[in-house]
């Protein structure tokens, strides 16, 4: 089975995650940009971070053999930095229009701030201008209220709610997402938004409809094969494998290739790796023989 | 288009804007083909740095980088007499869409264009990168942009290298000898194809012989073979110690290794050695001799060689 995870941090994980995740069966990601754990305090880390965004982590992945899309966005945390926010603000345009940039995000609330909710309205309009899809990441507190209020404030700026994601969702959030017409994508972490029993549970009552799951994993403790231990988890309990499919890889591909960015013929073509791509002394790669195989076929990942 | 129009010579940046853009006339799907003509006319009424990088970098939603541009060799003809036939046998179409918009500018020659364009340049991705720098050999006064051409071959993603050190005029001609040798011995740790490298035959020299021959001896302190395609750097240079190393090649490589070590002794101009040291039993380096025999010994020539990386010798 062929899986993507349209939620998680590349740049905080490891060669040895990619290679877990090639190996489960992740064919494709996406990056959005957001916060590194801690505040940036100048521009020119932005500019550093979306450049690696649409360079080098992109390539990291290609190595092995998983196809890398990312969104661009201000995240709400450092849209609080009000001086700073500006500046990342002009900067977007620099960057929303690549290659492989399938979404505005990932943005939102985080504190539900004027400042915060100023930074949203500024990159929904950019969204609506440029016809690109909307990544929103919603607070962990008063996620309700949160979530209720992001659908809002992009309905308003005339968002077309078929281009819209709303991220880390739960029990208590879906139906609201669902019934804007939005896709609701669930975050599982090992202890915290949600974790699979409770996915399989949703997809049991909801259906795969506009339902996306995603790891979301990052610097923090999560889990780079979220998606592909949530689908076997899906599949033992008796969830329909269609069900399965399309809410581990065709939704999140439906809802995003909505911003023209991706080539799908490719993406469902053979993933090929490549690990001549690289640099001896500095790539990823040091020393090992490089593996060159038109395809990923029968490479067993214990853990899942 | 050109708001201010310079001679056309048969290579000057518009005779190339000309006959890139029929290429890709034929190539591109209807809604590729508006999106270039929308872009061109709104680049040639002049266009400011950030609209300019904008519609560079979106032009991935019109064309993918996946189709090849692949010239026919008619089209290979047209593209020599715009001394453009090293350059586009690799691209990709996109890669060939945006080479044009970038031609299209019509301040080619100012100081304008130069900040334009490293305004791509900073915000650019990897598809952009490549493009970039395979735009530089095509533009007039390349020297402005040497420094740009270095920062590109130290980049980590071997695309990115390779789009600044093959198949372009662009090293040889502006490079000093400094980058000149780091983007050699770079395409030989990268196993990038040096053959490809325009210019190498013509830019050899002692010091980079002797940084080729040292990076041998630290190969085979660490019991690792020697790339083929590192021969190539030699040239005639290298003296006793070359001629040292290519023997132990000769004897002890695999095959590989020994049709390169063999085609390096005809370009020192020492292929008598090969009998002297081999005897009557040179096997399956014969088809290579009698290609040293004919003299086909230029860098082209380590085409064939650059297959893969040689593992199987690999401990």
Request: a negative charge; one cysteine or more; aromatic letters at 8%.
């Amino acid at each position: 089975m062929k899986f993507f995870d349209p939620h998680i941090h590349i740049t905080s994980r490891t060669t040895d995650d990619l290679q877990a995740m090639a190996n489960a069966g992740v064919r494709a990601v996406i990056e959005p940009a957001f916060w590194l754990g801690q505040p940036r305090t100048t521009i020119g880390s932005y500019v550093d971070y979306f450049s690696s965004l649409v360079g080098w982590e992109r390539f990291r992945c290609g190595q092995f053999g998983i196809a890398h899309f990312c969104a661009i966005g201000l995240n709400s945390k450092e849209a609080n930095n009000e001086g700073l926010a500006r500046e990342v603000l002009e900067l977007i345009p620099h960057f929303a229009l690549k290659e492989g940039v399938v979404a505005i995000g990932e943005i939102g609330y985080d504190e539900i701030t004027p400042a915060e909710e100023r930074a949203y309205q500024a990159q929904l309009q950019m969204a609506v201008a440029w016809d690109t899809v909307v990544m929103v990441h919603s607070p962990h507190r008063d996620k309700k209220r949160g979530i209720r209020r992001s659908i809002d404030v992009a309905r308003e700026a005339g968002v077309d709610m078929r281009k819209l994601v709303i991220d880390h969702n739960n029990e208590e959030t879906v139906r609201d997402v669902l019934d804007a017409g939005a896709w609701a994508a669930f975050t599982i972490y090992p202890h915290t938004k949600m974790d699979s029993e409770r996915m399989v549970e949703i997809v049991r009552r909801y259906g795969s409809e506009r339902i996306i799951v995603d790891s979301s994993a990052d610097w923090g403790v999560s889990d780079a094969l979220s998606v592909p231990r949530t689908a076997a988890l899906m599949l033992t309990s008796g969830i329909a494998t269609s069900d399965v499919e399309a809410t581990t890889w065709s939704n999140a591909l439906a809802a995003y290739q909505q911003s023209g960015q991706i080539d799908v013929e490719s993406l469902n073509a053979s993933p090929s790796i490549d690990q001549r791509q690289l640099f001896a002394d500095n790539s990823v790669l040091r020393g090992q023989a490089p593996r060159v195989e038109g395809g990923l076929t029968s490479l067993r990942e214990k853990s899942c | 288009m050109h708001a201010s129009p310079a001679p056309t010579t048969p290579s000057s940046p518009q005779a190339r804007f000309t006959i890139l853009r029929q290429l890709l006339q034929d190539r591109l799907a209807a809604d590729a083909s508006d999106f270039v003509a929308r872009a061109v006319s709104e680049i040639g009424a002049g266009i400011d740095a950030t609209r300019f990088s904008q519609l560079i970098a979106v032009a991935s939603r019109h064309s993918r980088r996946r189709v090849a541009f692949e010239p026919t060799p008619d089209e290979l003809a047209l593209a020599a007499a715009a001394q453009m036939d090293i350059n586009i046998p690799y691209w990709n179409q996109l890669e060939a869409l945006r080479v044009l918009l970038v031609l299209a500018h019509r301040d080619l020659d100012r100081d304008a264009f130069v900040e334009a364009l490293e305004q791509c340049f900073r915000y650019a991705d990897e598809g952009e990168l490549c493009a970039l720098y395979r735009a530089l050999p095509l533009l007039p006064d390349g020297a402005r942009f040497a420094w740009r051409a270095g920062e590109g071959c130290r980049s980590n993603m071997r695309s990115v290298f390779e789009a600044v050190a093959c198949d372009s005029q662009f090293p040889a001609a502006h490079f000093d000898d400094v980058a000149w040798h780091q983007l050699i011995m770079k395409a030989v740790f990268l196993n990038a194809p040096l053959w490809r490298v325009h210019g190498l035959d013509a830019r050899l020299s002692p010091e980079l012989a002797r940084m080729a021959l040292d990076f041998v001896d630290e190969r085979r302190s660490a019991g690792r073979p020697v790339p083929p395609q590192l021969w190539l750097c030699l040239g005639t240079h290298g003296e006793e110690r070359a001629l040292n190393a290519l023997r132990t090649e000769l004897r002890r490589g695999d095959l590989r290794g020994r049709r390169a070590a063999l085609l390096a002794l005809a370009r020192a101009g020492q292929l008598p050695k090969v009998h002297q040291w081999l005897g009557g039993w040179l096997g399956d380096l014969e088809p290579t001799l009698a290609q040293a025999h004919h003299g086909d010994v230029t860098q082209a020539a380590f085409g064939d060689l650059q297959q893969d990386t040689p593992t199987k010798a690999r401990q």
